[in-house]
């Protein structure tokens, strides 16, 4: 199968010569007389292969080049040299360029310089997708234990051989991306690109230039043609993450562009056809947008072919070691740091803490910890405060519903202050209020008035424990 081959050179006669020569070979062949119409070429096109005339009325074929390499670097090019310009042909390879022909045009040369530009392209290509495959592989991926990861992971086996399009619903941070990303890597459609667009950061007035491109001039500030993100996903995968935000109007179009799987540019006329396989996700109840009339109930039931659930951290308590510990060992490799330990004392709170932020928040607050705390034991006094203080009032909880009283509050201090084993119940009491009083101080910024107010003290007790404990300085 012949490769789209693009000639850019002012003289008629070359470019009529290398038309043949390459159509004859099966391929397709485009042409310009100008640096400046291969460029426009080039944004409209996707050639596997440019032919340059080094010597161009208007912008040069180096000043040509270096565009190139900078909007389409994977693009080989060959340069196309008169006899007397050879010292220029070669500074063009070092700027980049594949290769180099002479003139007048050598059949011969032309055949086995495009038949090598074309397959060092190919292979580029396959070695980009292998890498990217294998980054896809390592790094999105479902880590976890627990029956509910286990399920997630049956369910993903099960659709990613297919094209069903498939829904995938989740509170922020509990990994919907990574689950899109597993259910593309285990595809048939694994080596074509997986496009993702995030319908909640795009401006509603771009959002169509951005899913279906546009030509240039189609609206201000508009200097050039554009593909969209359906286009780019061409044999791939489209992801739409928080579909739930799209706007009326925008889900109408994709509604009738995911039926048709055809649509124009914005301000172009051309039909563009695609086969593309749609992954949405959102994080709200799409059901109860319907019923609001915020959400089109036809581009619900278009969308769920196959729903996921995936999901939050506090109904998976159990996967959060093994989280940590991937976290950690990632982020000592990419920053140098010494590896941290957290106590099971400090697992222990953590895993009592609910995670509003869910694996994003785990994630961010092991990073925090290898920061402060590099090649240290995290003790349950090194906490933030929101945690801290959050497992410190499930404790009081549990000591009033109990009805044990010293013994629930031996337990507590046990278990959020610094893993000391046996101690007293006085020591309890004092080391149990000491990191309760810390957070709360933490959490008020240091302002002792929002303290005291907070824990329901007076300003000259509070001084007093703070300074007993060694909070505030004598």
Known sequence: MGGQILIVDDEEGIRTSLRGILEDEGHSVLEAESGERGLEILEAEAPDLLFLDIW???????????????????????MISGHGNIETAVSAIKKGAYDFIEKPLSLEKVLITSA???EFSRLRQENLALKTRIETEQTFRLTGESEAIRELRRAIEQVAPTNAWVLITGENGTGKEIVARCIHAQSRRSEQPMVAVNCAAIPEELIESELFGH?????????????????????????????GDMSLKTQAKILRILQEQRFEHVGGRKTITVDVRVIAATNKNLL??????????DLYFRLKVFPLEVPPLRDRAEDIPLLMD??????????GLR?????????????????????????????RM?????GKAVDPGHLPPEILIHASAGEEEGQASSG????????????????KGPMDLKQARADFEAAFLRAKLAECEGNISRLAKAVGLDRSSLYKKLKEYGILER
Do not use: C
């Open 288 to 297: 109860e947008e319907i019923a609001a009339g915020r959400f089109r109930e």
């Open 339 to 367: 590896p941290t330990e957290f106590t099971p004392e400090t697992l222990a709170v953590l895993a009592a803490y609910p995670w509003p932020g869910n694996v994003r928040e785990l994630k961010n607050f092991v990073e």
């Open 370 to 374: 290898l920061i402060m705390h590099s």
């Open 56 to 78: 161009l009325p208007g912008m040069d074929g180096l000043a040509v080049l270096d565009r190139v390499r900078e909007d389409h670097p994977g693009l080989p090019v060959v």
């Open 215 to 243: 030509e240039k001039g189609a609206f201000t500030g508009a200097d050039k043609a554009q593909a969209g993100k359906f286009e780019l996903a061409d044999g791939g995968t489209l992801f739409l993450d928080e579909i």
């Open 326 to 335: 991937e976290f950690v060992q990632a982020y000592v490799r990419q920053n």
């Open 404 to 419: 044990e009283g010293a013994d629930d509050l031996v337990l507590a201090a046990e278990a959020l202050v610094l893993g």
């Open 116 to 118: 090598k530009a074309l």
